[in-house]
Nanobody, 127 residues
Framework: VQLQASGGGLVQAGGSLRLSCAAS????????????LGWFRQAPGKEREFVTF????????KYVDDVKGRFTISRDSARNSIDLQMNNLKPEDTVVYYC?????????????????WGQGTQVTVSS
């Protein structure tokens, strides 16, 4: 499974960024149909933590509380990709974001078990 993330950068507080994650075509046909994709984040000196995920087939989504209402995850089956629209960014959103794929269950916490990881993309929000 190959995941390619893009879209990070520097933005002022209150601004917006859009992250994208492209899955390889082979991945889509053999794997994604029964699994989910999402984003984890990692701040310096901290462990990676769940941010959001979406099921490839049914469009079920879930978000960590501190991004609800500000971040939106979506999928684009034509591009075999997911996007993360991040609005009203705050300095505490300054972390490295990782695109991930794996099994999911809405009853799990977090709901996505990240098995495959893309490279991280840095988001920096200035105050």
């Amino acid at each position: 499974v190959q995941l390619q993330a893009s879209g990070g950068g520097l933005v002022q507080a209150g601004g917006s960024l859009r992250l994208s994650c492209a899955a390889s075509a082979r991945t889509y046909s053999s794997y994604l149909g029964a699994h989910g994709l999402g984003w984890f984040r990692q701040a310096p000196g901290k462990e990676r933590e769940f941010v959001t995920f979406i099921t490839w087939g049914g469009g079920i989504t879930k978000y960590v509380d501190d991004v609800k209402g500000r971040f939106t995850i979506s999928r684009d089956s034509a591009r075999n990709s997911i996007d993360l629209q991040m609005n009203n960014l705050k300095p505490e959103d300054t972390v490295v974001y990782y695109c991930v794929a794996g099994q999911w269950s809405i009853q799990w916490d977090p709901p996505l078990r990240a098995t495959f990881w893309g490279q991280g993309t840095q988001v920096t929000v200035s105050s």
